[in-house]
C-alpha cells in the first residue's frame, strides 16, 4: 500500500471531470487501497480519484466516529439518484487545507454505484454521510467547495487559505 499526494487547490487537475471506471482490475483495486490509506492519514472522512490526480469515478468514505469500528465504503461509477431537503455543514476539503465553510446541501441523498467486487448497490443516506456523497460526487464532476460560495466569501476564503499556506511554511 501507498500514500498518494493529495493536490491542492488551484490545481487544474482538480477541474478535470472524471471519466467512468470500465473494467475493475487489479490495478484499480490497488488504485481504492491507496486512496483508503491517504484518506486516513489525512485524516479526512472522504476523497476522490482526482484529488489524487487520477480521472477516474471512484471516491473512498468512512464517517465513522472515532470510537466506533471502521466503516469503509467504496464507490465506483457512482450516481445520485435522488436529492432531498436542506442541511448545512461546516465542511472541510483536503484540497483546501486548513479551512472550512458552512455549505448548504440536500439533507438526503440515494446513489447507486458499483463495490469493490463489481456488483451494483444502491445506498439511501441523511446527515454526514450524505454530505460526504455529494462532496465526493462534487469533487467527479470538477466542481469543488468554493464553486458553492457567495463572491463575498470567496474572497474570504481566498485570504484564509493565504494565511494557511503562509501558517504552513513556517512550520
Ligand atoms: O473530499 C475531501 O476533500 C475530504 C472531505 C470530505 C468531506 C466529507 C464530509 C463533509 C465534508 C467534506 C473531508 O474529509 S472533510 C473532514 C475532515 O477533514 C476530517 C474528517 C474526520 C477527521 C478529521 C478530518
Ligand atoms: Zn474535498
Redesign the pocket.
Given at each position: 500500500m501507498a500514500l498518494l499526494p493529495i493536490l491542492h487547490y488551484p490545481d487544474a487537475r482538480l477541474r478535470q471531470a472524471a471519466k467512468p471506471v470500465g473494467k475493475i482490475t487489479p490495478e484499480i483495486l490497488e488504485l481504492v487501497e491507496n486512496m483508503a490509506e491517504t484518506m486516513y492519514d489525512a485524516?479526512?472522512?472522504?476523497?476522490?480519484a482526482n484529488?489524487v490526480g487520477v480521472a477516474l469515478r471512484i471516491f473512498v468514505i468512512d464517517t465513522a466516529a472515532e470510537d466506533e469500528p471502521s466503516d469503509l465504503r467504496v464507490f465506483i461509477n457512482p450516481e445520485i439518484l435522488e436529492l432531498d431537503g436542506v442541511q448545512t455543514?461546516e465542511?472541510?476539503?483536503?484540497?483546501f487545507p486548513g479551512v472550512t465553510e458552512e455549505i448548504k446541501r440536500a439533507e438526503h441523498v440515494k446513489v447507486r454505484a458499483l463495490d469493490r467486487a463489481g456488483v451494483p448497490f444502491e445506498l439511501e443516506a441523511d446527515g454526514?454521510l450524505a454530505?460526504?456523497i455529494q462532496?465526493?460526487t462534487d469533487?467527479l464532476n470538477g466542481v469543488l467547495m468554493i464553486d458553492k460560495l457567495s463572491a463575498l466569501k470567496k474572497r474570504m476564503m481566498g485570504r484564509k487559505l493565504a494565511k494557511a499556506k503562509q501558517e504552513d511554511a513556517r512550520d
Open positions: 485524516p479526512g472522512c472522504g476523497l476522490a484529488q455543514w465542511e472541510g476539503c483536503l484540497s454526514l454530505v460526504a462532496h465526493e469533487h
